[in-house]
């Protein structure tokens, strides 16, 4: 927000948080850099908004303005575009990857549960959303400073592995399990999922929590294979975790958590369960321990956040999780809140929506009906191969890094640009192309940018002795940087700065196309523009996660 047009304003009375929250940018810049309405003060005033514009505009001191103008109930500011221009150029050139960070969330620590997949089952692409969303919040907070987090908390508990046990013992032998392991546990659980086998895969689960040796063999043995995978996957995204942990890491804490609810005057039984009530709050029951003894997601849940909270005094904890999951979290963090722990307040689900296939349905693991990340990449890397073929004769691991890297950012950039609350459609084809809002038409305008960039020196020393539109439409977006990371981070919303990555790389390419650069009589100053975009874009592709090229 600028300074200028904030210090102008307290003529109004009101604060600078008030002044802040009122100020508009508007879409169209013949209406201004920014506008304030003045409907607000109507009230105190005691006059119409149109007046109270034009008795402002009359009294608001110009200085570092273009122009300062009522139309209608708004005052319209037209910020000095050379000072503006010198001062965001040079403040990009100076600050480089830290330009648009700030210091907020200094001395902060902030934990990110995320990804988080299921042993013994495929790496899906349900899990990709949370994902790469998580990443991508975690990069936005540390460019504010805060130390995040960020823990993998695997699905290795629970009754799946009663049945993945029971589709192995049936169906399956380790010789077939290590040839192909991920399409054969898929097989397994498909197998082992069928109702006729239901009491039998509860039966083996609870052999499982007993410490059953064969029981626990097999879930060993289903845990290393997936993880083998997994971290395969996750090297090919460039995604890394601080923590790496599971549910069944806290399956020897039930018991102290159960006595602890009991000691509070939180449970009750029914039916020869251990249940909380929460229809007080509008939320039904939450089954913390079944009438066999076996705890529950929500049981070990509980005792994680207590974890968690002893182990890092977080001051927000963050659960990435999908939509579908919402009223488990609610349970949790009422419970937890019940319980006294006044830090439930700070936990928060970032909720996301489904991907769906071509048909827009969901996808399911349970019918066999999953798309493999491994396949997704493969693909996504073999159609970033094709394109990059056409434009370029490289060697192959040249082709194959550029590839992947391509297909990072068309499987990211595809999936954030969307608002992570909403059901997507994972459309591969639609993601890779270098045209239009794609992740690729990104990378090739950066590459566009440092191209033109590797063939002069530039200079630190410009002179502006003006700014045409093209210039000054490019250098506003630049400076809307550091609000939309805030924005970002407030809403935890990576959607924000993809968009922003967008909508700058347009301007990019119409100044590109519009203002000739090297050889022309403002050849430093243009320069310093693309310098300065080139900057600016790799900070936010950086935020959401995405690598970049030098070249495409």
């Known amino acids: ?60 001191d110009k200085d570092g303005f273009e122009k300062v103008e009522a139309v209608g109930p708004y005052i319209n500011f037209f910020l000095d575009s050379k000072k503006l221009a010198n001062n965001i150029l040079n403040k990009i050139m100076k600050e480089k990857k830290k330009y648009g960070s700030n210091s907020s969330g200094k001395g902060k620590t902030i934990v990110i549960d995320m990804s988080s997949p299921n042993i013994a089952k495929p790496f899906g692409i349900g899990h990709l959303r949370s994902t790469i969303i998580g990443n991508s919040i975690s990069e936005i907070k540390k460019f504010e400073s805060y130390k995040t987090v960020k823990i993998n908390y695997l699905g290795d508990w629970g009754t799946q592995f009663g049945k993945m046990i029971v589709g192995y013992k049936k169906f399956g032998n380790e010789k077939d399990l290590r040839k192909d392991p991920i399409k054969y546990m898929l097989q397994l659980y498909v197998e082992g999922n069928k109702e006729e086998y239901e009491q039998e895969a509860r039966d083996w689960f609870r052999k499982l929590e007993d410490g059953n040796k064969e029981a626990t063999r097999l879930w060993k043995m289903f845990k290393e294979i997936s993880l083998k995978n997994f971290n395969a996957i996750y090297k090919k995204l460039g995604v890394e975790f601080d923590v790496i942990s599971g549910e069944s890491l806290y399956n020897k804490k039930m018991d102290k958590l159960v006595i602890e609810l009991e000691k509070k005057g939180l449970l009750e039984r029914n039916d020869g369960a251990l249940i909380v009530d929460l229809n007080k709050e509008g939320l039904g029951v939450a089954l913390i321990k079944k009438t066999d003894g076996a705890t529950l997601y929500i049981t070990r849940d509980l005792a994680v956040a207590i974890d968690r909270c002893n182990n890092y005094k977080f001051s927000q904890m963050l659960y990435e999780v999908g939509q579908e999951q919402k009223l488990h979290f609610k349970q949790l963090f009422t419970i937890l809140d019940k319980m006294g722990y006044t830090w439930a307040k700070n936990c928060v689900h970032v909720e996301h929506g489904l991907y769906l296939d071509q048909d827009g349905k969901k996808f399911s693991t349970r019918k066999g009906k999953t798309v493999l990340m491994e396949e997704i990449l493969e693909e996504t890397i073999e159609l970033a191969k094709s394109e990059i073929k056409k434009r370029d004769n490289l060697e192959e691991n040249e082709l194959n890094e550029r590839a992947r890297k391509i297909a990072i950012a068309s499987i990211f950039y595809g999936d954030l640009k969307n608002h992570r609350a909403y059901d997507m459609v994972f459309d591969l084809e639609r993601f890779i192309s270098f045209e239009g809002d794609t992740g690729p038409y990104l990378l090739y305008s950066l590459a566009r940018a440092n191209s033109m960039l590797e063939k002069v020196k530039i200079s630190k020393n410009f002179k502006i002795t003006s700014v045409d539109n093209y210039e000054r439409k490019l250098i506003n977006e630049l400076s809307n940087f550091p609000e939309i990371v805030v924005s970002a981070s407030k809403e935890l919303s990576p959607s924000s700065i993809a968009h922003y990555a967008y909508n700058l790389a347009q301007k990019f390419n119409e100044f590109y196309h519009s203002c000739q650069v090297i050889g022309s009589k403002e050849e430093k100053f243009r320069l310093a523009i693309v310098k300065s975009f080139a900057q600016v874009l790799q900070n936010a592709l950086h935020l959401l996660g995405i690598p970049t090229l030098k070249k495409m």
């Open 1 to 60: 927000m600028s300074a200028s047009v904030i210090n102008a304003l307290k003529l109004t009375g009101l604060s600078e948080e008030e002044i802040e929250k009122l100020i508009e940018r508007p879409k169209d810049q013949t209406h201004g850099d920014f506008a304030f309405p003045c409907f607000t003060l109507a009230k105190t005033m005691k006059k119409s908004p149109v007046h109270i514009a034009q008795d402002l505009v009359k009294r608001i």
